[in-house]
């Protein structure tokens, strides 16, 4: 950390009895049923009784929502819930694939296939024609490269989007798996 700097740094830990700093707090017992509104220290005092935890669920209610629960399960259940939705979660890559307008046959077939691989793998496909040089004048050739191979994946996968051109002397668009885009 350099001189001046000021790291600021997020509280995502639950307050828990003595940590929480309202004076007032709406309490909910272990059950889910509403206590009522009590003072911070009778709170705790009532948690203790039954050997747990008082949690500050709501911070900015007021008065804060407190819940008597105990704790190591809380925060257990909470990681766990975490872990489940990280398992969910689904990685769409996207693969890219460059052409050339000039390519030739065997290129063609050999991108084709690995295309094809890619869109069967369930990942997103970004086909790109580059133009060199000269090659500029003749942007019909890439775009007729680029739909030549949608034509030939139509059954794995369709184009996200129109071809449209990238930078300076790219045109590309994306092919998505046919499963995923019926799936939108």
Same mark, same amino acid.
């Given at each position: 950390m350099n001189k001046g700097e000021i790291r600021i740094q997020k509280n995502t830990k639950t307050d828990i009895n003595e940590g929480i700093r309202a004076k007032e707090v709406r309490v909910i017992d272990e059950e889910g049923?509403?206590?009522?509104?009590?003072? +911070?220290?009778?709170?705790?005092? +009532?948690?203790?009784e039954k050997s747990l935890d008082l949690v500050e669920m709501s911070k900015d209610a007021a008065p804060p929502v407190c819940r008597i629960m105990d704790y190591g399960k809380f925060r257990y259940e909470q990681n766990k819930k975490l872990q489940e939705a990280k398992k969910k979660q689904v990685v769409i890559h996207i693969k890219e694939v460059k052409f050339r307008p000039n390519?030739?046959?065997?290129?063609?077939?050999?991108?084709?296939?690995?295309?094809?691989?890619? +869109?069967?793998?369930?990942?997103?496909? #970004?086909?790109?024609?580059?133009? #060199? &040089?000269?090659?500029?004048?003749?942007?019909? +050739?890439?775009?007729?490269?680029?739909?030549?191979?949608?034509?030939?994946?139509?059954?794995? &996968?369709?184009?996200?989007?129109p071809i449209k051109p990238d930078v300076k002397r790219t045109f590309s668009t994306v092919i998505v798996p046919v499963k995923a885009k019926k799936a939108q």
């Open positions: 049923k509403q206590v009522g509104i009590m003072s +911070l220290f009778a709170a705790i005092k +009532l948690a203790k390519t030739d046959e065997h290129d063609y077939r050999f991108k084709l296939k690995n295309i094809i691989n890619f +869109l069967k793998e369930g990942n997103k496909v #970004k086909l790109a024609v580059t133009f #060199k &040089g000269r090659e500029l004048v003749h942007t019909d +050739l890439g775009i007729r490269v680029i739909l030549r191979v949608i034509e030939d994946i139509k059954e794995f &996968g369709i184009p996200e989007f």
